[in-house]
């Protein structure tokens, strides 16, 4: 029997701290932020209360002792290359948005709250129609992934000014089950060329803009922006994230978000080094 280390793929990550690059394009970044956080809300999924006047969701409630949103804000205040942010909410929000968060970033960038659609294509389908247009790169990411790390974001932004397309994601490394209807095993999938997709997705505005253009024309459910330029043949590129940038859906990922900051996140050195060494 082969050794397990054999099976390993890959993944080495971006250094912590970036690393020495040419100049950055400038960059439009959108950050969904629409949801009604349905799962969240669940019975069981968790609540706590939102602060004040705002809408009752997940995006808006207290990571922390601040809102998840200004999290994700400063992250990519903190990015030279980015020019504006757009950020779609509920439209019952976009006031309370704008009064509580401002209309500039922490970096004097704009600031733009827009209403979001029913789904979350609707939803960056309208910030796109809001951007200046004067961008190299649209980054799209979750509102709801406040921990992505700045080195990662800079890596994808590379990669898709390279490529056209780059999304941040994880190879898969736990043992993936089909399963029928009666929670029955079908069948144990291999998981060799699986990855999970993360946030964020940047794309040269080219590409992005075609891509949602043509979005009426993909069948079935689309649940990120890459499969918008997979569906009409476009090349995307994997980049490789943390797994720490969690997708806030349930309280426990909640917790878990702030577990991480209260231990330090992001660390210094290179956590998957060692996790590769597991
Ligand atoms: N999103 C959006 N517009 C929508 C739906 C989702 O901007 N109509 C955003 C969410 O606010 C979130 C991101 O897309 O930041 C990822 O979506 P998800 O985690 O599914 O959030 P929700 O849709 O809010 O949650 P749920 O599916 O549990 O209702
Ligand atoms: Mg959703």
């Not at 950055?24 to 950050?31: D, G, W």
């Not at 290359?81 to 960038?109: H, N, Q, Y």
């Not at 898709?160 to 190879?171: D, I, K, N, S």
């Not at 736990?174 to 291999?190: F, I, N, Q």
Request: aromatic share 4%; proline share 7%; hydrophobic share 45%.
């Amino acid at each position: 029997m082969k050794c397990g280390r054999s099976e390993r793929r890959a993944c080495p990550g971006v250094p912590a701290g970036g690393s020495q690059r040419p100049p950055m394009p400038t960059a439009t970044v959108i950050l969904p932020a629409a949801g009604r956080g349905a799962r969240f809300a669940m019975p069981g999924g968790g609540g706590r209360a939102s602060p004040v006047g705002a809408p009752e969701t997940k995006v808006f409630i207290s990571l922390a002792g601040r809102p998840v949103l200004a999290h994700t804000l400063d992250r990519f205040a903190a990015l030279e290359a980015v020019v504006e942010v757009i950020v779609p909410v509920p439209p019952e929000a976009v006031a309370w948005a704008r009064e509580t968060f401002g209309e500039r970033t922490a970096s004097g960038r704009p600031l733009i709250f827009v209403s979001g659609g029913e789904d979350r294509v609707e939803s960056v389908a309208e910030a796109l129609a809001a951007s200046d247009g004067k961008s190299d790169l649209v980054v799209i990411h979750d509102a709801v992934r406040p921990l992505v790390r700045r080195a990662v974001v800079e890596e994808a932004m590379r990669v898709a000014m390279e490529r056209g397309a780059a999304v941040v994601g994880r190879p898969v490394d736990h043992t993936v089950k089909r399963v029928s209807d009666g929670r029955l095993v079908a069948e144990t999938v291999p998981r060799e060329n699986l990855w999970l997709a993360q946030t964020p997705q940047v794309f040269r505005r080219d590409v992005i803009a075609r891509a949602y253009e043509r979005r009426c024309h993909v069948v079935g459910r689309v649940t990120d922006d890459a499969q918008l330029v997979e569906a009409m043949g476009g090349r995307v590129a994997m980049v490789c994230g943390d797994a720490a940038n969690v997708k806030i859906t349930t309280a426990e990922d909640l917790r878990l978000c702030e577990a991480l900051l209260e231990a330090g996140w992001p660390f210094e050195g290179d956590v998957r080094t060692k996790r590769a060494e597991d």
